[in-house]
């Protein structure tokens, strides 16, 4: 029997489950097999160049690409191929053969950026499955300008500049558990406060079950992030409710100029009611950066009009919307200081709410 190289990492690092193995040898989106020599192994459709001069494999496609550019791209490759090749190695097309334990996806990925250039679009990839599977492969295989790139790109999504959060569109899904596994697997920090945050909006379900890609692998956060999570929504949960209390009460002999306190003081109960009734249903995600425009906005006479049975004067609410905006940059400027101090909380039970 002939051997073949293996580049088959048994650890996957942070979290990262791997899909089934496959029993069928067929795969119907690949190409025919014609001509392979090797029974099982399907031809990928994008990447089978007649003139390569090596066979990636990976589930059971294979990818027929060039030795002499994955040595220069790859370190592991690079390495890989120093070594002198077993006379008995297995060969397909009178080409070497190595096995991947990747997915064909996550492979089809990373060549299309060697070979082709492919350049990543964000809004095409919304739950970060081609970021991981760049981000993965080109630390795994070395490829240093494709992972800094791709760390480059996935600090730009879970930014640590507060104007630049605001501007990026939050994306409350499980993209957040990829991009916390992301960040611990090449140890980028500044991305781990707000990929844990965009954890926390999501149910006790969803962060078990982690984030599932197109390839069949999975993303589960390890044991300490799911802690860290767990945590930390409690205490999001109280800083909410406690900001509701704090920001949505009538401070109307504080603020100049409030000529109509007693219906100012209706409007701040009644937010102050709608706003603890939504804090009450388990559906809602605890967005303690969330600046309340939806709510706001019902009760800005400058919006609904001088006629509105309940509304807060003008004076009131560029006040109102002044406090909640210093307490969201507050709370901000917090959360890179409590990605520890979170998993420390429940070991603590000191039951102190404030984060601010
Ligand atoms: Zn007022």
């Given at each position: 029997?002939?051997?073949?190289?293996?580049?088959?990492?048994?650890?996957?690092?942070?979290?990262?489950?791997?899909?089934?193995?496959?029993?069928?040898?067929?795969d119907?989106?690949?190409?025919?097999?014609?001509?392979?020599?090797?029974?099982?192994?399907?031809?990928?459709?994008?990447?089978?160049?007649?003139?390569?001069?090596?066979?990636?494999?990976?589930?059971?496609?294979?990818?027929?690409?060039?030795?002499?550019?994955?040595?220069?791209?790859?370190?592991?490759?690079?390495?890989?191929?120093?070594?002198?090749?077993?006379?008995?190695?297995?060969?397909?097309?009178?080409?070497?053969v190595?096995?991947?334990?990747?997915?064909?996806?996550?492979?089809?990925?990373?060549?299309?950026?060697?070979?082709?250039?492919?350049?990543?679009?964000?809004k095409?990839?919304?739950?970060?499955?081609?970021?991981s599977?760049?981000?993965?492969?080109?630390?795994?295989?070395?490829?240093?300008?494709?992972?800094?790139?791709?760390?480059?790109?996935?600090?730009?999504?879970?930014?640590?500049?507060?104007?630049?959060?605001?501007?990026?569109?939050?994306?409350?899904?499980?993209r957040?558990?990829?991009?916390?596994?992301?960040?611990?697997?090449?140890?980028?920090?500044?991305?781990?406060?707000?990929?844990?945050?965009?954890?926390?909006?999501?149910?006790?379900?969803?962060?078990?079950?982690?984030?599932?890609?197109?390839?069949?692998?999975?993303?589960?956060?390890?044991?300490?992030?799911?802690?860290?999570?767990?945590?930390?929504?409690?205490?999001?949960?109280?800083?909410?409710?406690?900001?509701?209390?704090?920001?949505?009460?009538?401070?109307?002999?504080?603020?100049?100029?409030?000529?109509?306190?007693?219906?100012?003081?209706?409007?701040?109960?009644?937010m102050r009611?709608?706003?603890?009734?939504?804090?009450?249903?388990?559906?809602?995600?605890?967005?303690?950066?969330?600046?309340?425009d939806?709510?706001?906005?019902?009760?800005?006479?400058?919006?609904?009009?001088?006629?509105?049975?309940?509304?807060?004067?003008?004076?009131?609410?560029?006040?109102?919307?002044?406090?909640?905006?210093?307490?969201?940059c507050?709370?901000?400027?917090?959360?890179?200081?409590?990605?520890?101090?979170?998993?420390?909380?429940?070991?603590?039970?000191?039951?102190?709410?404030?984060?601010?």
């Amino acid at each position: 029997m002939k051997r073949s190289l293996d580049i088959d990492t048994s650890e996957e690092a942070s979290g990262h489950k791997r899909p089934r193995r496959q029993t069928s040898h067929k795969d119907r989106s690949q190409g025919p097999n014609t001509g392979a020599e090797d029974s099982g192994l399907v031809r990928d459709k994008e990447f089978w160049y007649e003139d390569g001069s090596v066979v990636l494999v990976a589930g059971n496609v294979g990818f027929r690409v060039y030795r002499g550019l994955l040595v220069r791209r790859s370190e592991v490759f690079s390495d890989l191929f120093s070594v002198p090749q077993p006379q008995d190695s297995q060969l397909v097309c009178g080409c070497p053969v190595v096995h991947l334990s990747d997915t064909p996806d996550a492979l089809r990925e990373v060549l299309g950026v060697l070979l082709c250039g492919k350049k990543y679009i964000q809004k095409n990839d919304i739950e970060l499955d081609r970021l991981s599977y760049r981000i993965r492969l080109a630390h795994k295989y070395g490829i240093e300008d494709l992972l800094d790139e791709s760390i480059q790109q996935l600090r730009q999504l879970f930014p640590a500049n507060f104007a630049s959060w605001r501007a990026t569109g939050r994306h409350y899904t499980s993209r957040g558990i990829t991009a916390v596994n992301l960040a611990r697997l090449t140890n980028t920090q500044s991305v781990l406060p707000t990929a844990l945050y965009v954890c926390c909006q999501l149910s006790d379900r969803a962060l078990l079950e982690g984030a599932a890609h197109p390839d069949g692998t999975t993303d589960e956060l390890s044991r300490d992030d799911l802690l860290r999570c767990m945590a930390a929504k409690s205490l999001l949960g109280r800083t909410h409710v406690h900001g509701i209390h704090t920001l949505l009460h009538h401070i109307g002999s504080f603020v100049q100029g409030c000529r109509s306190q007693p219906s100012c003081c209706r409007a701040f109960d009644r937010m102050r009611h709608t706003a603890t009734t939504r804090s009450l249903d388990v559906a809602t995600p605890i967005d303690i950066l969330d600046t309340w425009d939806d709510l706001l906005d019902k009760y800005d006479r400058t919006k609904v009009g001088g006629n509105a049975l309940v509304s807060l004067c003008e004076c009131c609410m560029t006040n109102l919307r002044e406090r909640v905006f210093a307490t969201i940059c507050t709370r901000w400027a917090s959360l890179p200081g409590l990605v520890d101090a979170w998993k420390d909380k429940v070991a603590e039970e000191n039951g102190d709410p404030e984060i601010e």
